[in-house]
């Protein structure tokens, strides 16, 4: 069973995708050859300032490491240290009907936030059908905003393989239902672009400020508080304990304790829960090298198996022989 997922390295990583991505892909990696990668070509879509993009890239590779990404255990890799991916790109592309990319929503939603539509952020989705099939993907655990991909990748690829035998494994998506959408401090999901983020690298201060702005109604303290659509419990149930979970939810329905009490106690089970987190984010931090070993390891694993499925993929569609690296 092979598992791969990517993330783009586009801003600093908030709980909605450490919740919704990162502790996913990491509870994976007892199952199954995991590869994850920092998908920096797609970032190029957005990001056009290079020292902006290697401070995301490093930051997202710091952030995945004390996250407990184990390096000895999964492939750990930079997207753009596998340069066959923009090859294979290429080829799906010739097999890629217009009207699939067409339909995606993502480059809809893009361009409705002011992006600029680029050939790129159009063909966004290609890249990523590449990123799969090149590694012979079975898995690809992913946040729901990501599922109409998935389904243009597995098109791609039967069209593919119809046109010019088995080469590509279909994959499957795996979705996380009850970390799927982790809403941001107003409410709505828990975004870079809609300035509600609460990040992994936050200093104490400001993270607990953003907590305690967290959108709450004007219920008075003595009286029994709504559960529905409660921003507290939705994050406090990510982690505590069953148990710590009913209390709070049994204190909401009996009343006398305000909101700003219950965000304490939130802030508090949520910067603890990170406390491991920021021990080896230190630790990281501290030895210069770490990073660019593991990254440069996971890109020679990575790169082996790449370079495998493009010997098939060129003599499948009539190109000469892979060259050398
Ligand atoms: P953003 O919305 O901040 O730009 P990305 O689109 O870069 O985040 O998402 C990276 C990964 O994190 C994806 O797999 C995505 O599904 C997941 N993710 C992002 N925001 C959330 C959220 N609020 N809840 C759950 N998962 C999320
Ligand atoms: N598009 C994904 C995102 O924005 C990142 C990504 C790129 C990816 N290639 C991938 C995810 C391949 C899974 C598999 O979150």
């Known amino acids: 069973m092979r598992i791969l997922s990517g993330i783009q390295p586009s801003g600093r ?4 995708n450490y919740f919704g ?3 996913p892909a990491i509870q994976l990696q007892q199952g199954g050859e995991c590869l994850y990668f920092i998908a920096d070509y797609h970032a190029q879509t957005t990001v056009h300032n290079a020292k902006e993009l290697r401070e995301y890239v490093n930051g997202i590779a710091v952030d995945f490491l004390a996250a407990g990404l184990d390096p000895e255990r ?8 596998v340069p066959e991916v923009t090859e294979l790109s ?12 067409e339909r995606c929503h993502s480059y809809k939603d893009k361009l409705a936030r002011g992006i600029a539509a680029s050939h790129g952020l159009f063909c966004y989705p290609v890249l990523m059908a590449a990123d799969i099939l090149i590694y012979n993907s079975n898995l690809v655990p992913v946040g729901r905003d990501q599922k109409q991909h998935l389904e243009v990748t597995c098109d791609i690829a039967e069209k593919f393989n119809n046109m010019y035998g088995n080469i590509f494994t279909i994959p499957e998506p795996l979705i996380q239902a ?6 941001g401090t107003d409410g709505q999901k ?22 305690m702005s967290l959108k709450t109604d004007s219920t008075p303290v003595e009286l029994p508080k709504s559960t529905q659509d ?11 304990t069953p148990e710590e979970y009913a209390a709070m939810e049994n204190s909401f329905l009996s009343g006398g304790r305000g909101y700003g009490d219950y965000k304490k106690t939130l802030a508090d089970a949520l910067w603890n829960h990170f406390a491991p987190y920021r021990k080896r984010r230190h630790e990281i931090l501290s030895s210069p090298d770490y990073i660019d070993n593991v990254l440069q390891d996971g890109a020679k694993r990575a790169r082996a198996i790449a370079r495998e499925t493009m010997r098939q993929v060129r003599k499948a569609t009539g190109l000469g022989d892979l060259p050398p690296c």
């Open 13 to 16: 990583l908030h709980l909605g």
């Open 21 to 23: 991505m990162m502790l």
């Open 74 to 81: 999964s492939i750990f890799f930079r997207q753009s240290d």
């Open 90 to 101: 290429w080829i799906l592309s010739t097999v890629t009907p217009m009207g699939l990319l």
């Open 178 to 183: 009850d970390s799927a959408h982790i809403p």
């Open 190 to 211: 828990m975004s870079k672009s809609y300035n509600n983020g609460i990040y992994l690298s936050e200093d104490e201060k400001s993270f607990r400020k953003k907590i």
């Open 230 to 240: 409660s921003l507290i419990l939705q994050l406090y149930k990510l982690v505590a």
